[in-house]
């Protein structure tokens, strides 16, 4: 009867505090689905984030002017996918994959990572890192100011690239003919009808940017880019002048 009852008390006790750990992540993970949801009527912009120390690829999606969610493509040392889900403008949630960097400069196997915040803060921290790491206090504080730097920095980033605005702004369809470099670089083109067309590349989203990396693996190949036409700043031509400048490219199937 004693040990019915001991073994009986031992299991309420675990389901209660299971449903105690579910209960503290309930709002992040109605977040979550609400977010994933709905995010096809959000307004979807893309965005490059570049720093002398890091590099990424911005894909963000806003609800009215407030940004929900943003997933960052970072590379090099610190290469990882990281999907950040935001509330009030500020992360709520953040899932982080990455191979870690070995010794002898090989790849790991994949870490997850789950990031819960309250208040601005980190208060739950799930990983599939084996062994698995013991986290203190200064590792929550770190890693809560490096993942909320980021999240501002790149929610200003995709602002920009939403304020930057694409009012007026046209689509050529064509095959990519390369770069042309001098003081500013030139996207080429030869545009359907059989004209050469070329761009200035000023402030281009991330689609061009991965273009510029490696632009002869690129030529020969079809197209669609939406450009327009404005005034910019150009010191080398002695001021302001107005310039066709690429904003995005989509490649097409041949």
Same mark, same amino acid.
């Given at each position: 009867m004693k040990t019915t009852?001991?073994?009986?008390?031992?299991?309420?006790?675990?389901l209660a505090v299971s449903a105690a750990a579910q209960e503290d992540t309930a709002h992040h993970r109605q977040v979550y689905q609400e977010v994933n949801a709905n995010e096809a009527s959000f307004k979807k912009v893309t965005a490059a984030f570049r720093t002398e120390a890091s590099k990424a690829d911005l894909t963000g999606w806003f609800e009215g002017n407030e940004a929900r969610k943003i997933i960052a493509v970072t590379s090099g040392e610190d290469a990882a996918v990281t999907e950040y889900y935001l509330e009030g403008g500020e992360p709520l949630f953040v899932f982080n994959t990455f191979r870690q960097l070995k010794e002898d400069g090989?790849?790991?196997?994949?870490?997850?990572?789950?990031? /819960?915040?309250?208040?601005?803060?980190?208060?739950? $921290?799930?990983?599939?890192?084996?062994?698995?790491?013991?986290f203190h206090g200064e590792? /929550?504080?770190?890693?809560?100011e490096k993942h909320a730097t980021n999240c501002a920095a790149f929610v200003a980033a995709l602002n920009k690239a939403r304020s930057s605005g694409r009012a007026g702004a046209k689509v050529t369809v064509g095959v990519f003919a390369g770069i042309e470099e001098g003081?500013?670089?030139? $996207?080429? !083109?030869?545009?359907?009808?059989?004209?050469?067309?070329? /761009?200035?590349i000023l402030h281009p989203d991330a689609s061009v940017d991965k273009v510029l990396e490696d632009p002869a693996a690129y030529v020969g190949r079809r197209c669609r880019?939406? $450009?327009?036409?404005? !005034?910019?700043?150009?010191?080398?031509?002695g001021g302001k002048m107005q310039v066709e400048q690429i904003l995005s490219v989509q490649w097409l199937k041949e």
């Open positions: 009852l001991l073994l009986s008390c031992i299991i309420g006790l675990g090989s790849r790991g196997p994949k870490v997850e990572e789950r990031l /819960y915040f309250k208040e601005g803060a980190i208060f739950k $921290w799930l990983t599939t890192e084996k062994p698995a790491p013991v590792d /929550y504080q770190a890693t809560t003081d500013y670089f030139h $996207w080429n !083109m030869q545009a359907a009808g059989g004209e050469e067309v070329s /761009y200035f880019v939406t $450009w327009k036409k404005g !005034m910019e700043d150009i010191p080398e031509a």
